[in-house]
T-cell receptor, first 110, second 113 residues
Framework: GENVEQHPSTLSVQEGDSAVIKCTYSDSASNYFPWYKQELGKRPQLIIDIRSNVGEKKDQRIAVTLNKTAKHFSLHITETQPEDSAVYFCAAFRDYKLSFGAGTTVTVRA | EAGVVQSPRYKIIEKKQPVAFWCNPISGHNTLYWYLQNLGQGPELLIRYENEEAVDDSQLPKDRFSAERLKGVDSTLKIQPAELGDSAVYLC???????????FGQGTRLTVV
């Protein structure tokens, strides 16, 4: 099955700085890579996704890059704000199954 | 549009007791997932339904866990008997068949004492 590794497990950044989370996957057949944000006690919510035929996607302050050859993808958050503090999960999708990383706890310091 | 609805939000039971969780997916979503989320970890798939058919239950511990989606809409997940190690958040998600984006419910936090 698919194995998704996510780093770092915790990330503390100063407000206004950038945050980068990296994930690797094992199954080259995976073709869809979503990122979910989960605030404490709340449901995971999709914030951005990328498909295997695209190398980069941007939505306002967040962007995702995908390197299919190296089998890794990254989430970039620019100009971080306190409301960006949450747990972020990457995932890889194949055959209708989403395999999640272990999560990154992001803390934005005011 | 209403999102995925789960109940109860919280459940505390004694070990060896049965427990059931309920999920109502987004209207029109034929694919329904049950995930297990342990503290500090990402969700892990337990079972996936396409309409009323369980098409992937390879990760479901069938000795104590069962699930059903009789009419292809609502679903229930049951544990009998519960063990201490079952304490976790149980998440339900749904998506349009053939569409890969999954929408999650709030989850049920189970504590087994």
């Amino acid at each position: 099955g698919e194995n998704v590794e996510q780093h770092p497990s915790t990330l503390s950044v100063q407000e206004g700085d950038s945050a980068v989370i990296k994930c690797t996957y094992s199954d080259s057949a995976s073709n869809y890579f979503p990122w979910y944000k989960q605030e404490l006690g709340k449901r995971p919510q999709l914030i951005i996704d990328i498909r295997s035929n695209v190398g980069e996607k941007k939505d306002q302050r967040i962007a995702v890059t995908l390197n299919k050859t190296a089998k890794h993808f990254s989430l970039h958050i620019t100009e971080t704000q306190p409301e960006d503090s949450a747990v972020y999960f990457c995932a890889a999708f194949r055959d209708y199954k989403l395999s999640f990383g272990a999560g990154t706890t992001v803390t934005v310091r005011a | 549009e209403a999102g995925v609805v789960q109940s109860p939000r919280y459940k505390i039971i004694e070990k060896k007791q049965p427990v059931a969780f309920w999920c109502n997916p987004i209207s029109g979503h034929n694919t329904l997932y049950w995930y297990l989320q342990n503290l500090g970890q990402g969700p892990e798939l337990l079972i996936r339904y396409e309409n009323e058919e369980a098409v992937d239950d390879s990760q479901l511990p069938k000795d104590r866990f069962s699930a059903e989606r009789l009419k292809g809409v609502d679903s229930t997940l049951k544990i009998q008997p519960a063990e201490l190690g079952d304490s976790a958040v149980y998440l339900c998600a749904s998506s349009l068949t053939g569409n890969t984006e999954a929408f999650f419910g709030q989850g049920t936090r189970l504590t087994v004492v």
